[in-house]
C-alpha cells in the first residue's frame, strides 16, 4: 500500500467558489468575448502573459500569481469586463485627475470585485508588499543618515517622501557638494552639445 500523497497548499488551488463558477463565466466569455475562447485551452503561464502584453503591464508576478490563484477563466472575463471599460472611457484614478491605465483598471475591478477575499488580495500583491516594505525601511534608513550629516535639531531634520531613492540621494549629494541643479545641467548641456 502507497503512502498517500499531500495535498498542495491551499493558495495553488483555485478556490472552489471560482470553480464552482466556471461553467457559467465560460458561455459569458464565449458569447460577451468569443476572441478570449483561444485562451482558455492554453497554459497558465501563457494566459498571463497575455495578459500582461494586453494590458500594458509590467509587473508580471501579479498576474502570474493571479492566474495561479484563480484559474484561468475569472483573470480573462475579468480582461474582458476592462476592455469594455477601456472603450467606454475608462476609469478616473480617485483624485479624477487622470484615468487610469488597463492594468490599473484590471487591478482595481480585481481588487473590488465581490467574490474576492482580503486572502485572495494578499496572495496576489504578496511581492508588491514586501517591496513596499523595503523601500519604507530604506527610506527610514537614508532620513537617519541624511539626518546625522546636516542637522543638530531634529525638528530642521528633512524627510524624504514619494520620491524614488535614486533621486533622493542625488539631490542630497548635491545639496551637500554646494552644486545646484541649474548648474549641473547646464554642464551636462554644454558637454553633450560639443560632442
Not at 470585485?113 to 496572495?123: A, G, M, W, Y
Not at 514586501?130 to 539626518?147: C, D, H, P, Q, S
Not at 552644486?179 to 551636462?188: D, G, I, P, R, V
Amino acid at each position: 500500500m502507497e503512502p498517500a500523497k499531500p495535498n498542495p497548499p491551499r493558495e495553488i488551488l483555485p478556490l472552489k467558489e471560482f470553480k464552482s463558477r466556471e461553467r457559467e463565466w465560460i458561455r459569458v466569455i464565449s458569447t460577451d468575448y468569443p476572441d478570449l475562447m483561444q485562451f482558455i485551452k492554453k497554459k497558465p503561464r501563457d494566459v498571463a502573459n497575455h495578459l500582461c502584453e494586453q494590458l500594458q503591464e509590467t509587473k508580471k508576478y501579479i498576474f502570474h500569481r493571479m492566474v495561479l490563484r484563480h484559474g484561468k477563466i475569472f483573470p480573462l472575463l475579468l480582461f474582458g469586463k476592462t476592455m469594455e471599460i477601456m472603450k467606454r472611457g475608462g476609469l478616473k484614478t480617485v483624485d479624477g485627475s487622470r484615468t487610469r491605465t488597463p492594468g490599473g483598471t484590471y487591478l482595481q475591478q480585481y481588487k473590488h470585485h465581490s467574490l474576492i477575499q482580503k486572502s485572495d488580495t494578499k496572495f496576489v500583491f504578496h511581492y508588491e508588499e514586501v517591496n513596499k516594505n523595503r523601500r519604507k525601511a530604506e527610506r527610514r534608513k537614508f532620513n537617519r543618515k541624511f539626518a546625522k550629516l546636516t542637522c543638530d535639531d531634529p525638528q530642521d531634520r528633512p524627510s524624504v517622501t514619494n520620491s524614488t531613492m535614486d533621486q533622493d540621494q542625488s539631490i542630497m549629494a548635491k545639496t551637500l557638494d554646494g552644486l545646484s541643479l541649474n548648474t549641473q545641467n547646464t554642464t551636462t548641456s554644454t558637454a553633450s552639445s560639443g560632442e
